[in-house]
């Protein structure tokens, strides 16, 4: 038995340790069994109460006066409502709730199960309101309880299954596992003996697995009372005495009695009178001991059944009379039935037929009435079922409909990722193909440039020079504008190289060039046409700007301090010059200045030369020496 609840920890935490054993025991996990255990549980329970804590105290009175009084109805029942009013002060609608199910279940014990519904329905109300599954769980299987036993089967069904729902829903294994006792027991009185064996079955098992003999008991007991009503006399005795042996190892006398009673119950059944008059009177005095009269209108019912197959028909009309007006409070028909049922058939015995006639058609009028209510019953149950299997059905659907939303929000948020995605994507490749597009341009422009440019200098190769020579001639024939060119090559560029390199070479033609270009206007352009030869184009340039243009490019090489390249090195350079004329192309134009460079180097070098027209192009291409028109010559010095 799983009742040292206590412990070390408990004892450092008091509080704690009260809590978590009142929870056990308000969720029927301790099963506590017999008078002297129950006692001891609530001496621990009373000992880790914090004093001065009022609401852990109600907590502690709901229980003692759940477990603490036994059969003691009275005390019992006083102490409920004494709790009641004490926790109704408090404004603890917990504790209130509690209470008014311990005084339903004195109520119930001292047989006004209609007042003990009305404790019931204010519990399920308050639990209600608090929304505690716990209390509503528990409140529904006790009025369940009552309706049961008030032949209301159908409401008693529909309550035991809400609070099983309730108790899987909290994960109550303990205490969903007994209520199915009391859906077998209801589906057993309302005929539907294979629905009440499987319920039993499974009530059974359960109890055997958790070792809780007082479930245990109680599925015995059932049984019993199945067996007797489908006929199986034998199979109800030996069920019965299981029933007794269980409730002997309980130590509980109440118990004890009520397990023979049943099992009187099952031999008359079985026809066993003089074993069932034996067994009864053990059963009254089991109910005397714990003062228990709660029971007298069924031990009475058997000692008459037990005396009429006896024969001892006198006893049996005794008895049975005396079971007649204590059932009569209670609403138990079959009770009822099986009694007028009886005594008719020993008033028959004793020759009676009036009184047998009155006594069967009694007994016919409650089984009409059974019947009735049965089909009622059955209406109710078919309609409670209609209604939940409606609500279940509402619930899929809802529950249905809730997926499909999110399946439906799931998969828009998977096509907007997607689309997310597919925009980043694209924007990445977009950019990539800008950057590649860019990339591709710059180098293409840096080859055009190249293509164009001379690699030494810098500065536009032969192609670039003729081409900006095309447009500028033909600028200048649209314009009627003047134009000018001059070739210029560097004077003894090779001794040059042969004294100091070829490098040193590159250098002095850097220098030139940029001598030169400081040299030129913004419109000039300077070209390269080969190794140590260079061309300038000179747009708007009249012939005598031309010579002076040529003269200031010549002065600025000759003023060249390359003594940083190498020392004592000087460059100077020759100059031809050559305006357009009308009739020239840009061949001739360009042959002309030739012409007359070719002139100033033969003239001695470092110096311009003009180009004396046509004649002086046919001199230069005939390489013959024509009359020298020096504008600037220096010549070498
Ligand atoms: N360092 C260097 N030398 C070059 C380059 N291009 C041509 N040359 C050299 O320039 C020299 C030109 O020599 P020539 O044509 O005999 O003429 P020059 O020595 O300048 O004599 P004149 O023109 O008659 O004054 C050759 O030795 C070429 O090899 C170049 O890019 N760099």
Known sequence: MAVAAGGRAETRDPA?????????????????????????????????????????????????????????????????????????????????????????????????????????????????????????????????????????????????????????????????????????????????YAKAHDFLRQARDSAVRRHDIRDQYFAALQLAFLYVEEERADAAVDSARAAVDLAQRLGERGSTGLARLGLAYALNAQRGYAQALAVLKQAEADFAAVSDRSEGDMLDLNYGIAYAGLGQYERAIKMLDAAEGKLRNTNNMRYREMLYATRASVYEAMHKPAAALADYKRAMTMRETMHRMGRTQYGTWMSYQFDSQRRELENRRLIAEAALKEQRVKALERVRNWQAATLLFATLLVALLVVFVWRQHRQSRRLRRMALTDALTGIANRRQIENTLHEHVAAARQNRRPLAVLTLDVDHFKRINDTWGHQIGDDVLCCIVHACQQALRKDDALGRIGGEEFMVVLPGTSPDAAAHVAERLRASVEALDLGDIARGLKATVSIGVADLLPDDDVEMLILRADAALYRAKREGRNRVEIDAGADDAAGSQAHAAAAPVALFGNGPR
């Open 16 to 192: 704690a340790g009260f809590d978590r054993l009142a929870d056990r025991l308000d969720n029927h996990e301790l099963a506590v069994s017999g008078e002297a255990q129950t006692q001891r549980v609530l001496a621990e329970l009373r000992a880790m109460l914090p004093p001065g804590d009022a609401r852990r105290e109600l907590r502690y009175r709901y229980l003692y006066c759940v477990l603490g009084f036994g059969n003691d109805v009275r005390a019992g029942f006083d102490y409920a409502a004494q709790g009641l009013a004490d926790a109704r002060k408090a404004g603890d609608a917990y504790a209130e709730a509690n209470f008014q199910l311990c005084r339903g279940q004195y109520h119930e014990l001292a047989t006004t199960s209609s007042d003990a519904l009305a404790d019931y329905d204010a519990g399920i109300a308050i639990a209600g309101k608090l929304g505690d599954a716990r209390l509503l769980g528990d409140a529904l299987s006790l009025r369940g309880g009552v309706e049961s036993l008030l032949g209301e089967h159908a409401k008693a069904l529909a309550d035991f299954i809400e609070a099983q729902r309730l108790y899987e829903g909290a994960h109550r294994d303990a205490a969903a596992e007994s209520n199915l006792l009391n859906i077998a027991i209801v589906y057993r009185r309302m005929g539907d």
